[in-house]
Every structure is written in C-alpha cells, then in structure tokens.
C-alpha cells in the first residue's frame, strides 16, 4: 500500500471509529457534551457515581428541616393565625392541607393560601398545599365554586375523555387557589354495597372500570400541573367499617387483593402515579399486628417491592379514629415511617403535630430511624416538589366567572 492509500486509509478509520477525532481542544479544555433538555415535568437524573442538586441541598439542610418536610399538616380557622406561624416558621413543615373549617367566602380562602406560602418564603423549600377536592360529598371548594358531580355519577358514563376532562377542571379550579397537590382520585373499587365510607366516591364495582377512569382523572390533573394522590391503598371498597371512627379490618387473601383491590392501584402505577395514600385497614392475612399505614409488609414489602412504586407514599390522616382509638399520633407517625411511608398527615391536633416532630427527630437520635432512611424520604419529597415546580408564589384572586365557563363545558350528562 503506497503513502497516498495509507493516508486515505487512516482517515477512513478515524472518522469511522473515533468521530471526535478532528475536533480540536487547547490544553487543559475538555469537549462539552450536547445535553438534550428534558421534557416538561422530567426530573433530570444525575451521572451515576455524581451528586445531584438535590442531593447537595439535603447535604446542606439541618436535621429539623428534614424532619419538618415529612409532615403535612392540617391549621384551625380561615384566616392565618399564630398556631399556623409557629408550625411554618419552627417546624419547617412540608405541607398545609386545606380543611372543610378552614374554607369561608373565595376571596378570604385565597387570603389564607396566600399568608401561609408568605409566611414560608424564608424556609428553603416550599410547600405543598394540598386538599381532599374528589367532587361529590367530599369537596372543600367555597360555595360560589362548582362541583364535580360524584365518582359513581362519572363512573355511570364510563368515558375516559369525560374523566380526563374532569381531572383537567379539578387541576384548574385549584391552580386558581394556589394549590398544588391534590388527594384524588379514589381508586377504591365498591366491591362491597354497605361500605359506609367509600360507596359513591368510587368510579364502580369492576376493578378494570374503576382503573380506567381514575387513572385518565389522575393524568388530567397531573398534565396540568396538580400532584394527583391516589388513594386509598391497598383498597378501602371492602370494609364495614368508616376508618374515621374506627379501625377496619378485612378477611382478605392477597390473592384475592391482587385480583380486585389492587387492579386500579398497579395499573396507576404502571401509567406513572407519583404519590399514593395509605388507609388505615388492618388485613391480618398480610398483617396481623398493624394496619395497612403503619405496616412495613404492606408499605414496603407488597407496595414499593412488589408492585415497584417509587414515588411518595403519605399516610391518611393519623388523628382519625382508626390510629387514635390504639395508638398517640407521634408513635402512630413514628412506625409508620418506620414501615416505608414518605408523608405523615396529621390534620388535627396542634400538640399532636409539635410532638409527632419531636418523636421523629428523637427516634433519628437514637437510631430508631437511620439519617440515610430519612434523607431517602426527603429526596422523594423534594424531587416531586421540583417535578412540579412547586413554589410559593401567590394567586391575586379567583376568576369565578371563568371557572364557572369551565364547568358549563364540561361533558357530565
């Protein structure tokens, strides 16, 4: 081969095997490397064996900023108050839920949204603000907001568009507030007619049905910036018993969970769900010793092991009848966490919320919950705080009128 071919040659190879090649750098410079921007909502992923940005603001939080973001709590009153200051500014709670008691007129329900996120603006993350808003008999919207009909009534027109398009009201009249998560939709199956708790907040009795249109309910809400929470895990269609009161308790198989129950839960999962609520039901063939919000069988053994959820688990509300009849709220929110949840909901009780942040930090201190168990929370929580750009930014004011046009074209009949 003469000098010519040979050159041709090792150009040839040069350009086939190693494309960088005939890119020039000065000593000490590197190459950059083309970054693909993320789609909207995508939470960029660090090179393996590098720190994430939020991995760096854990490593610069203190311990009560931590444990201060695995509690949503709930505040007394509608206007803001000097409980609500303390709690925000001393505790560095991860969320507010908004209550039926704490909603008057609109214009004062955007007062109060508005002075809890100013009274948070010097914590370093901020929070959520949540609500139970399903539509039907559980909503907490003023009376001048219209209301989606219920679960059972969407569940009877059994149209996916119809339940996508309701999920989309349901993100639009809360973006109006100022909230940001939302504890819907129910992906309880009415699997059993004198359940006295769920019955008509279901979208049905077949677990496929109820599957179909929760998740198209999820995903409105989801495209249009509210955190959709689904609940309430592992299923709440089966018992006899309002878990507001006391504790239930299911003679259920996981067979038979798998089979009902679990449908509309695997598939959510499955079709990208990124928080999921617990009940408080005890099942003794999974658990004998704790309801389903304090088990680790159930939390971590059959929700993140088995049907691989990664993303927040929050409990239901630890002062309702069903924890409280047997356990104090701190010791409630202490096993609980213990047992894989990221979210400790305690709506009532100010005492109950000031020592529930205690208990957590003292079962930190001694080794009851290890600081790299806490921080795999925390990065949970602050990695869907930024999937959904939360922030405290304030809403001036409702557009009634608008929302109402919303509701007119809806397609509910």
Known sequence: MNRDYKFIFLVVCCILLMPGCFLSKQKGETIPTMIIPPEKGEVVKS???????????????TLEEKVGQLLVIGVEGTSYSGEMDNIIHNYHVGGIIIMGKNVSTTPKLVHLINDIKKANEPNKNPLFLSVD???????RLPADIPRLPTGAQIGKLNDESVSYRAGTYLAEVLNEFGYNMNFAPVLDVNSNPTNPVIGDRSFGSDPYQVAKLGISTMHGMMDNGIIPVVKHFPGHGDTVVDSHKSLPKVETTLEELRNVELVPFQKAIEEGA?????????FPALDPDYPSSMSKAIITGLLRNQMQFEGVIITDDLTMGAIENDYTIPEAAVQSFIAGSDLLLVVRNYEGQINTFKALKKAIATGEITEERLNESVKRILTLKEKYSVSDEAHEKVDVDKVKEMYDKLPLK
Not at 47 to 61: C, R
Not at 274 to 282: C, F, G, Q, S, T
């Open 47 to 61: 090179p393996k064996g590098t720190t994430s940005p939020i991995d760096e603001m854990i490593g610069k939080m």
């Open 133 to 139: 808003e399903e539509g039907g008999r559980v909503s």
């Open 274 to 282: 990124d928080a999921v609520m617990v009940a408080h039901i005890l």
